[in-house]
């Protein structure tokens, strides 16, 4: 088993299917570090097969900690990216993006609805 694969499956076992916050702060940090390194290599593989599978549902991951996290990941790597695919990645910060985004505006509004009066 080759380098990607066995990120594949790191990140199958310590991203996705970990419900602990810590590790899976750190596990997006590894595989951060190590999708950065091989970007060159083999950038839309990485995109196609590690983060758009794990990272699809960024906008309703409930902590915020591994959110911001994986934001950050999304962006640093989108700062070297030269394929199209990069455009699948922005799609992902848009769903974050307008999910809390809703979610201000909610409870804004409820907060207005809900204020006593003078």
């Known amino acids: 088993m080759g380098w990607f694969e066995n990120l594949k ?4 076992r310590h991203y996705s299917l970990e ?13 951060a570090n190590i999708c950065l390194l091989g970007r060159d290599e083999a950038e839309e593989k990485l995109i196609d097969r590690v983060m758009l599978p794990h990272l ?3 906008d309703v991951e409930p902590d915020t ?7 950050k ?3 640093d790597y989108l700062m070297g990216v030269s394929s199209k695919k990069g455009h699948d990645l922005l799609q992902i910060l848009e769903k974050v993006s307008l999910f809390y985004n809703n979610i201000i505006n909610v409870e804004s509004t409820s907060s207005l609805t809900t204020s006593q009066p003078y």
């Open 65 to 71: 900690i591994v959110r911001q996290t994986g934001v």
């Open 9 to 12: 499956c790191f990140a199958d």
């Open 73 to 75: 990941f999304i962006v």
């Open 56 to 58: 699809k549902h960024l």
């Open 19 to 31: 419900n602990r916050v810590a590790l899976k702060v750190k596990a997006l940090q590894i595989i």
